[in-house]
């Protein structure tokens, strides 16, 4: 496997296998320049001790910027009187747009590496040193510090409790190294942290959320899909002013959660936001099978086999994929044709191309997917022997990172994927798919 492999680039950039950011743990960093981006509204005491905390940082302000990042407020925040390099940039009120806000303020940005703080969260003075050395380091690297929680009405502020849901998470999966399929749900807005190379590739926040909650979750499943490494940096700690929202007296929280949730289901494909098995227009696993070989009936018989399996989806493609579609006449969202847009494939956790007259099994999928994610393999190939067939089943994660730094290592797609995060081969037997050349008997 390729658990232990940093790939030292030609450019100054580390590249690691699967999601070992401990290999350059003790990496001295190099110096980049850090923009500061804080959505706003109407809070200009909590912005004021934020600033103020800015001010402080240990790494200085010579190469740091700060965006506040307005959402309509009536007034905008007055940003005088600090030592730290501060730029207000505005948008209309029409609503709650956090996600809007941040990717406003990350336009308006020059820095390298981009610093997600929230108004109401005063990060402690060395609080920039440790959330930017990871993405200074490695430009995949998706940060979160760790938020506190404090009254700031009292004089001390008093310290409150600190969220147990993330103080658990970072326990087992030791600081996001093995984050597994969730690591994404505990990667808060408040205190993140990555390159802007990661952050552009991406395409910021989805602006589509416009209530509180949820956009961070799917930012971080958006960047995971395009193969980010997912760290807890326990030392990057920042206060937030008030309880964790757990905690918080809100009468109305079961709606908000659910409201939230039906936000993130559409688009986030990990099998726990969709346990009631209904289907989204972005499945967990999209399937491109060649028509190439294949006869109507063959074509019918194939594609049956695949989605019966799960959350998958089904692109016909090929020379012939309109002709075959329109003869088969289906009235199945799941079987589409052409190539997959990039809002499914910025999203989906697999894709599998299928050659060949193969017929799946009802346990396929999850046979064959089950050696790849994280702290596992990239890529499976199904060995038919000389059968005139294949099926390939990769991780989006792989897929992603492996393209994103071919010039880097030098490699071909393949080998980029292989030496990031490893191969296997699956027996055809061993994960219940056959190939089956005779046109089938449809008729009843």
Sequence with gaps: MTADRVFRCADGTVVVADNRWDLVADEPAPVRSISVVIPYYEQPAQLHRVLTALDAQTIGTDRVEVIVADDGSTHPPDVRGHTADVTVVRQADNGFRAAAARNLGARASSGEVLCFLDADTVPEPDYLEYAARLPSVMPDALVVGRRRHADFTTDPPTELTEPQWLVDAYGWTENLLRPGWTGYRYVISAVMTCSRVLFDEVGGFDESFTRYGGEDWELANRMT????????????????????????????????????????????????????????????????????????????????????????????????????????????????????????????????????????????????????????????????????????????????????????????????????????????????????????????
């Design 225 to 444: 899909m395009a193969g980010a490494v997912l760290a807890h940096e326990s030392r990057a700690v920042a206060w937030h002013d008030g309880p964790d929202w757990a905690e918080r007296d809100t009468a109305r929280r079961t709606d908000a959660k659910n409201g939230e949730a039906l936000s993130l289901m559409p688009v986030i494909t990990e099998p726990a936001a969709r346990s009631a098995g209904l289907r989204h227009e972005v499945p967990d696993v999209v399937a491109r099978v060649s028509t190439a070989g294949h006869s109507p009936a063959s074509l019918y018989r194939t594609i049956a086999s695949i989605v019966r399996s799960g959350d998958v989806a089904v692109w016909l493609v090929g020379e012939d994929d309109e002709s075959m579609h329109d003869v088969l006449a289906l009235q199945d969202s799941r079987i589409r044709r052409g190539v997959p847009g990039r809002h499914v494939l910025d999203r989906c956790r697999f894709v599998v191309d299928v050659t060949g007259r193969v017929v799946f099994g009802d346990t396929t999928l999850d046979a064959v997917t089950s050696p790849l994610g994280p702290g596992g393999a990239g890529v499976a190939d199904v060995a038919f022997g000389a059968a005139p067939a294949a099926v390939r089943v990769s991780t989006t994660r792989a897929l992603r990172r492996a393209q994103r730094h071919l010039a880097r290592l030098e490699m071909t797609q393949d080998e980029a994927t292989a030496a990031l995060f490893g191969h296997v081969t699956v027996a055809a037997d061993d994960v219940d798919v056959a190939v089956v050349p005779e046109e089938p008997w449809l008729s009843w």
